[in-house]
């Protein structure tokens, strides 16, 4: 069939990408789905800042492709071998398709499944094909998904049944900004009742650590970023304390408010100095955790006496260290009792033709999640 896609065609374009428009909306062919895969209308996606880390070279993938993961939508037709799912099913995406047979997924872990690992790097689907075409050109597919298109084939281990009550904006953010922030918190971290915490970034991954931080029952939470925009909503979604990391005295005003710091920080920004300012505020025996995708150059050090001396810990969460088929219906339910509002992340809407203004947007910083709606 034919569809309407955001193709990325260029990696590194300049901002501002209203000007430059590194990605082009296409008229592209989408082949059925074959053995394991699903056919879904894509009925609402969000901009996420992995996307954006595409656009922009800090994540390397292979162009021409079609951007967009975090998605919601509605099952249209339904490959062999699927026999959990019905045409009519609503359904979010998760942006590590998981095999359920490899090392890590056999350990419960699917965030790091093997073959999911590599099909996301490759572009292709967990089957390691490709169903998207420009004529005789193959187009990459974005983490298994390449949402921002009005329909997309997916592997059937990419998406999760979902309530059909929640609305296609709000369960599109649960596949990657929210599973990986309250995620973080819940499941890499697994904070204790009570405990202090600061969020160090505050987009759509930052803000739902803030919220799974609430839900979790942290008694204490420092919010960092450098948008004073963010701050501000932070502190209506219910961060006790904000700070401006663009102050020089950042790391001494947290820590002499704290006590000598916090008992679980989180880096949500995926910049080298947010991990700094997360890692310098973690209090002794506390534990540093991020969720950042830097440019794979990067680097971060630390004083190495400080892990031994102050038995502290710094870890990684990728996913959240979900397994999403058992989280997602999970923090759903809890958005649905009001106890993780995640809806409040939502506070712009694009079309799909307004889609480089949409990451000139995000760039910005002032916005959390920006929908856009099909
Ligand atoms: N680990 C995972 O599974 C996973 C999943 C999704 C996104 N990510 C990554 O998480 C990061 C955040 O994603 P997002 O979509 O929430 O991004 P976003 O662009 O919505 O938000 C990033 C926030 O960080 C702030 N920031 C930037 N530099 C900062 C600094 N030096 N100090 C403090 N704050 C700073 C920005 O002002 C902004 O508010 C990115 O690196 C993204 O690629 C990781
Ligand atoms: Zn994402
Ligand atoms: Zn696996």
């Excluded at 979902?162 to 599109?172: R, S």
């Excluded at 309250?182 to 930052?206: D, H, P, Q, R």
Aim: glycine share 10%.
């Amino acid at each position: 069939m034919q569809i309407k896609s955001a193709v990325l065609r260029e990696i590194g374009a300049e901002a501002p990408y209203e000007k430059s428009q590194p990605i082009h909306i296409e008229t592209i062919e989408l082949d059925p789905p074959e053995k394991g895969e699903v056919l879904i209308q894509i009925k609402a996606a969000s901009l996420c800042h992995s996307d954006l880390s595409v656009i922009n070279g800090s994540r390397p993938r292979p162009v021409p492709m079609a951007l967009g993961h975090e998605a919601a939508g509605i099952v249209v037709e339904i490959g062999d071998d699927v026999f959990d799912l019905e045409v009519g099913d609503h359904v979010a995406c998760v942006f590590v398709p998981s095999c359920g047979h490899c090392g890590p997924c056999r350990e419960g872990r699917p965030a790091l499944c093997e073959p999911g690992a590599v099909s996301n790097t490759a572009g292709t689907l967990l089957s390691g094909g490709n169903r998207l075409h420009s004529g005789t050109e193959t187009i990459n597919h974005h983490l298994g998904v390449s949402a921002f298109s009005d329909h997309a084939v997916v592997s059937r281990n990419s998406i999760i049944k979902v309530d059909k009550e929640i609305p296609f904006e709000k369960a599109a953010l649960f596949g990657c900004a929210v599973i990986t922030g309250v995620g973080a918190v819940v499941n890499t971290a697994a904070i204790k009742l009570g405990s202090t915490v600061a969020v160090v970034g505050l987009g759509g991954v930052g803000l739902s650590a803030l919220l799974g931080a609430i839900a979790a029952g942290a008694s204490h939470i420092v919010a960092v970023d450098i948008n004073e925009t963010k701050l501000k909503q932070a502190k209506e979604l219910g961060a006790t304390e904000v700070y401006n990391s663009k102050n020089e005295n950042v790391i001494e005003q947290i820590r002499k408010a704290t006590g000598g710091g916090l008992d679980y920080t989180f880096e949500t920004a995926g910049a080298v100095q947010a991990l700094e300012v997360a890692y310098s505020i973690t209090k002794r025996g506390g534990t540093t955790v991020t969720t950042g995708l830097p440019h794979p150059d990067n680097k971060f050090s630390f004083p190495y006496v400080s892990l031994t001396a102050e038995e502290r810990t710094l870890k990684g969460s990728y996913v959240g260290s979900c397994v999403p088929s058992r989280d997602i219906p999970r923090y759903m339910s809890l958005f649905q009792q009001n106890r993780l509002p995640v809806d409040k992340l939502i506070t712009d809407f694009i079309t799909l033709d307004e889609i480089n203004k949409g990451f000139d947007l995000l760039a910005k910083g002032d916005s959390s999640r920006i929908i856009m709606k099909f």
